[in-house]
C-alpha cells in the first residue's frame, strides 16, 4: 500500500473533471475528508454527486484532475482501491436468485475473507438489519426495503477502510433508517472513514462532521455543520413573554433601542414568540437585560442557529429533495481492470 501515514486525508481529491458531452458533470473539485469521519456531500438534483462517487469508486474514469482513496490512485491502481471501499449506490444492486445470507457470504469470500469469518459476518450483518428471519429466502422475494437493508449490509461486510453511501437511506421507513445510521457510526467508531452523498437534512446533521456543497459540478461551500449555519445568517435569540399581549411592545422596544441588528426583532403570535437577531453575546445579554429592565415577564428564552434546511435553500437559491442525480448515464466508461 503506497500511503503516506503521515497524510490526514483518507480521501484526496484535486480539480477532477468529468463530462458528458456538452454537460459538466465535475467541472474542477476538490474534496477532502479526514480519516476516521463522515463527510457529508450535498447538492440538488443533477449537482455531480453520483459522478463524484461513480469516479471515486473506479466506476468511470474522469477526465481531469487527481483523485486518491486510501492511498491509491483511482484510476492508475483500481484494483488495489477495490478492495479497500465499500459502496451502496442509490439503488439495490443484489443477486436476486441468491437469498440473503448467500448473497452476503458470496461477497465475503470475493473479498477474501474466510469460510468462517464470512459465515460469521454474513450472520452478523444480518442480524443488525434485521433479516436474519428472511437470511434463507430469495432476494427475488424480498420488498424493496429489505432489498435496500441487504445491500448496506453487502457493502459493509469487508470492513472497508472509505465507504461511500450515495443517499443510502432514501425509501427506507424510520426504524430502518435509524438502523443504518447506527451501523455508519459504529464503523466510523472502528476507524472507517464515510463519504454520504444525502438531501435528508437531519441524516447530514446526525452523520456528518463536515458538509461539502456541490451544484453544477463545482464546491460552492464546506465547512462544519456549525459553521455553515453560522456562515447563513448567524444567531436567533428566540424569547417567549408570559403574556403573548406583549410581543408587539418587546419587538417596539427593542427597535428604538438603536442596537445593532435588533431593529430586525419579530413577533410571531401565532406562536406566542419574539424573533431577535444576535450579532454577539454582548448584544444577546444586552436584549435580555433590557426586556427585564421594561418588566417584561419572560417564560422562556433560548438562541438557535439556521436549520440545515434554510442553509441548503440560501447557498443553492434550491430546497433538497431527494432524488438521483439527473445527469445522464448511457456514456458512463467503465474503468479498464
Known sequence: MTRNDKNPHAVEVRGLV??????????????????????????????????????????????????????????????????????????????????????????????????????????????????????????????????RRLDLAASMIGRPAVLYLDEPTTGLDPRTRNEVWDEVQRMVAEGATVLLTTQYMEEAEQLASELTVIDRGKVIANGKVDELKARVGGRTLRIRPVASADLPDMARALSETGLDGVAGAQAVPDEGVLLVPILSDEQLTAVVGLLAGRGYA????????????????????????????????????????
Open 18 to 147: 468529468k463530462h458528458y458531452g456538452d454537460t459538466k458533470a465535475l467541472d474542477g473539485v476538490d474534496l477532502f475528508v479526514r480519516e476516521g469521519t463522515v463527510l457529508g456531500v450535498l447538492g440538488p438534483n443533477g449537482a455531480g454527486k453520483t459522478t463524484l462517487v461513480r469516479c471515486l469508486s473506479t466506476l468511470i474514469v474522469p477526465d481531469a484532475g487527481t483523485a486518491t482513496v486510501a492511498g491509491y490512485d483511482v484510476v492508475r491502481q483500481p484494483r488495489q482501491l477495490r478492495r479497500t471501499i465499500g459502496l451502496t449506490g442509490q439503488y439495490a444492486s443484489v443477486d436476486e436468485k441468491l437469498s440473503g445470507w448467500e448473497n452476503l457470504y458470496m461477497i465475503g469470500r470475493l473479498l477474501d475473507l474466510s469460510r468462517s469469518e464470512a459465515r460469521s459476518r454474513a450472520d452478523e450483518l444480518l442480524e443488525r438489519f434485521s433479516l436474519t428471519e428472511a437470511a434463507k429466502k430469495a432476494a427475488m422475494h424480498y420488498s424493496g426495503g429489505m432489498r
Open 298 to 337: 419572560i417564560a422562556d428564552l433560548g438562541t438557535y442557529l439556521p436549520s440545515l434546511d434554510e442553509v441548503f435553500l440560501s447557498i443553492t437559491g434550491q430546497r433538497p429533495t431527494p432524488s438521483e442525480d439527473s445527469v445522464p448515464t448511457e456514456k458512463t466508461e467503465e474503468v479498464a481492470a
